[in-house]
């Protein structure tokens, strides 16, 4: 008897999957790979069901053989554990970064004379209506919320990019790249201060409030479904913060990170060249403890930011607080330095985990951006955001366009640099 691979990477089984074991059933034996977790995140798909529920369900399906967990989205481990005669795959995957899986799937085959057999992709109503019913599962609150913690058991690193609206969110949500064999993505959103307020053509000193920075995080939650993190500046007045606490939970906003400043808060990025205050211990410790007993679900996040660094206050005084702000109760410390050399953030990460192994540890490379995610991880660190990159890469491409314009009295001259306009209209999908 012949044995038949297909791999899923599905929380619901449509006609596409029961067209695509039918097929697979014809040549032989059909044994089915439950992609995991790890490698489900990297992919396109973040699973609503466990890997066990996943199994089971697939194992219900008729003609289903056996169930094996696919721990790569490379199939070079699965393949050479089973041999299968046959793998059996849809063929919507010969555009995009799924082709890098296909030509992965083709060279291992092709070794010991192995066949690909594709199916065509099943388009009906039915089955996109499966598909989109999924992705608003991931955008419910309840969804999203947890998403960030789960993403941090997940994954050695969890990578964060700046989104200020809902075009940046788009491109968060959806950019994948295929990259020495292996897909990756971002796995969160950072709504940061300075950017949202850059947007709006305002400076990053709290003065856009917390009602606009809501509308920038619901036109972003509108259209995708990757978790939150909001930068929360001060955290503003404790009576405040406690409220807004409540909102972006019920939002399903999964974390805020708040900075242990006080007064009029300047962008960290300034340092010491303007006057900044940092806020002492046991008043910060107090907002912190009042953030958490104001929230009601287990998922939500608040992360307490040190500015010692970036202050000039010392490695002592960041260890001290750090220590301070978990004993009250943040779910992560934030370390900030606007030094290019990453040697304060290592040691930063590596003393503080001797004494704690546990609370996540999130940092903003801006500065030192010579150190790589791995680097960072090997050091204790749990999230990786990439705070303006977006902004700062748009801006000047948009200031080049409007000074050629003006220069060329016509946009012929900047046309070769401008994204088509089928390809604009095409960018936002219609439901
Ligand atoms: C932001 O993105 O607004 C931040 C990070 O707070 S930084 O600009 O580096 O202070
Ligand atoms: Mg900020």
Redesign the pocket.
Known sequence: MKTVYTCFCTDVIHDGHLNIIEHAHQYGKVIVGALSDEALIRYNKFPTLSLDERIKLYQSIDGVEEVVVQDSIMYDGIIARLHPDYVVHGDNWREGPASAIRENVIGLLSAYGGELIEVGYTYSPAVSRIDHQLREKLAMPEYRRRRLRQLIELTPVVKVM?AHSGITGLIVEKTIVENEGKLDQFDAM?V??????TAKGKP?IELVDMSSRLRTIDDIMEVTTKPIIL?G?TGGLTEHFVYNVRTLERMGVSAI?I?DKTGLKK???FGTEVEQTQAGIEEFSAKIRAGKQAQLTDDFMIIA?IESL?LERGMEDALTRAAAFTKAGADGIMI?S?KKDPAEILEFCDRFRETDKTTPIVV?P??FNVITEDELAAHGVNIV?Y??QLTRSAFPAMQKTAEDILRFHRAKEVDDRLMPIGQIIRLIEEI
Do not use: Y
């Not at 940061?192 to 307020?197: G, R």
């Open positions: 700046e950072w940061s201060s300075l950017c949202d307020s990053d930068d500046d990170i900075e962008n960290s990025l930011r970036i900030h606007r903003v801006s500065s955001i705070a303006n």
